[in-house]
């Protein structure tokens, strides 16, 4: 159990262009999904907590209206990357929690990444 | 808000040896650590963690140990493997509200034969 996945797994797009990913939890629901970013040999930065039913929580620094989430079901959140720009590459790993009956805090399970190439 | 340092950066063992990562955490209240491993374009996978109401937990090779006063836990890997070459994270919940994760920044870690 506790798998999360995540479509495409890459993406080459031009600059300017708007790219959306995807990211599923299959055998569970999750009310809320988070989005890292990753650069090349750096480590995983929060960008924004995707809640299902509400607005996306942004961590500082991180732009909305340049990033948005939308969390429409129970077990689906999208990242749309607007107007990207060659800044904008890295890779893109969502993650959803899952408590297990023996558990009082979420563990979170991540995707695969999507690595975001803008040309 | 949580800010977790993680040493070392890199870590080189001979096969056989054990490895050990550290970490410190600055949020008292923080009170789950997860460790992740990380191998090159793939997703983080959880290979072990602790909650704060134990000081250590153990899963064959792999142990963590925690110290809550002092704030900071530890990864240990004993017998290294070259299969155990990757890139490990350290984590601490973001905020007692939800459970998004601070990271480490990494430490690769590289074990030959």
């Known amino acids: 159990g506790a798998v999360v996945s995540q479509h495409p797994s890459r993406v080459i797009c031009k600059s300017g262009t708007s790219v959306k990913i995807e990211c599923r939890s299959l055998d569970f629901q999750a009310t809320t999904m988070f989005w890292y970013r990753q650069f090349p040999k750096q480590s995983l930065m929060l960008m924004a907590t995707?809640?299902?039913?509400?607005?996306?929580?942004?961590e500082q620094g991180v732009e909305k209206d340049k990033f948005l989430i939308n969390h429409a079901s129970l077990t689906l959140s999208t990242l749309t990357v607007t107007s990207a720009h060659p800044e904008d590459s890295s890779f893109y790993i969502c993650s959803a929690p899952f408590s297990s009956v023996s558990s009082s805090t979420d563990t979170q399970y991540f995707g695969p990444g999507t690595r975001l190439t803008v040309l | 808000g949580e800010n977790v340092e993680q040493h070392p950066s890199t870590l080189s063992v001979q096969e056989g040896d054990s490895a050990v990562i550290k970490c410190t955490y600055s949020?008292?209240?923080?009170?789950?650590f997860p460790w992740y491993k990380q191998e090159l374009g793939k997703r983080p996978q959880l290979i072990i963690d602790i909650r704060s109401n134990v000081g250590e937990k153990k899963d064959q090779r792999i142990a963590v140990t925690l110290n809550k006063t002092a704030k900071h836990f530890s990864l240990h890997i004993t017998e290294t493997q070259p299969e155990d070459s990757a890139v490990y994270f350290c984590a601490a919940i973001l905020n007692q509200a939800g459970t998004a994760l601070i990271f480490g920044k990494g430490t690769t870690l590289s074990v030959s034969s």
């Open positions: 995707s809640n299902e039913g509400s607005k996306a929580t942004y």
């Open positions: 949020d008292s209240a923080s009170n789950y």
